[in-house]
């Protein structure tokens, strides 16, 4: 059955697609989903990329899928999060059917600024703060434990390195330096050894090759027109 415009709708209606947006984080009509972390009680922190927001995001981005092979639009504002769950996001986004276009919002900071490598189109809001680091771990057991925890965790930091460097490598300061692979992979790992937390502006982070535009920037003045231009390619 097809769904009427928003215009269309009645006051009821329209209210019930408003409820819809904030509670599931998906827009039906323009095509868009939302993510962002669930509150802890103390209403000042975020609980990051875990296994609730993954499953909704996954269930929304097929469902959308499901409706013709235009634009998603995907919009990040979180934190941070659970490895696990923000590769599944990272995973689903790749093999998107769809042409998918993200919009990062307020940060892009450790896990969200890799969940967003995956989208074929990767934009930051004008005042978006990006951040890279190594990540971290809780461990609790033995030192056998111990011992495993840190392998398991280079492991992951060399697939988050790989997945930066497969961007970056395309950015416009390596290209003006002819470096390949390996030696923007040295590069990258040598900022977050040296500074742990290698923090840029949303311009820098263009510069580099981790996003490829700021919304305001010719021919994305605009979400709308970031839209336009993506169903135009």
């Avoid at 634009?71 to 590769?87: A, D, K, L, Q, S």
Wanted: with cysteine.
């Amino acid at each position: 059955m097809a769904i009427p415009s928003v215009k269309k709708r009645t006051v009821p209606q329209r209210h019930g697609a408003l409820e819809v947006m904030h509670n599931q984080g998906i827009h039906i009509d323009s095509k868009e989903i939302f993510v962002n972390s669930e509150s802890y009680d103390d209403e000042s922190l975020e609980s990051g990329i875990d296994f609730s927001v993954a499953n909704v995001f996954i269930k929304n981005l097929r469902y959308l899928e499901a409706f013709d092979s235009e634009p998603i639009t995907v919009h990040f504002c979180c934190t941070g999060g659970e490895w696990p769950y923000g590769m599944a996001i990272y995973d689903a986004i790749a093999h998107s059917t769809c042409h998918i276009l993200s919009i990062s919002h307020g940060w892009a900071v450790s896990m969200s600024s890799i969940m967003m490598q995956a989208a074929d189109t990767r934009l930051l809001m004008p005042n978006c703060s990006f951040m890279i680091h190594h990540g971290s771990a809780g461990m609790v057991g033995t030192s056998k434990q111990f011992l495993t925890e840190a392998e398991q965790l280079k492991k992951t930091c060399d697939v988050m390195l790989d997945n930066y460097v497969r961007v970056c490598v395309g950015g416009e300061y390596f290209k003006e330096r002819n470096m390949g692979e390996k030696a923007v992979k040295t590069f990258l790992q040598k900022k977050m050894d040296l500074k742990e937390e290698w923090w840029l502006t949303a311009k820098e982070a263009v510069y580099y090759g981790f996003a490829d535009g700021v919304i305001g920037d010719e021919g994305y003045e605009t979400t709308a027109k970031a839209r336009e231009k993506v169903l135009s390619v």
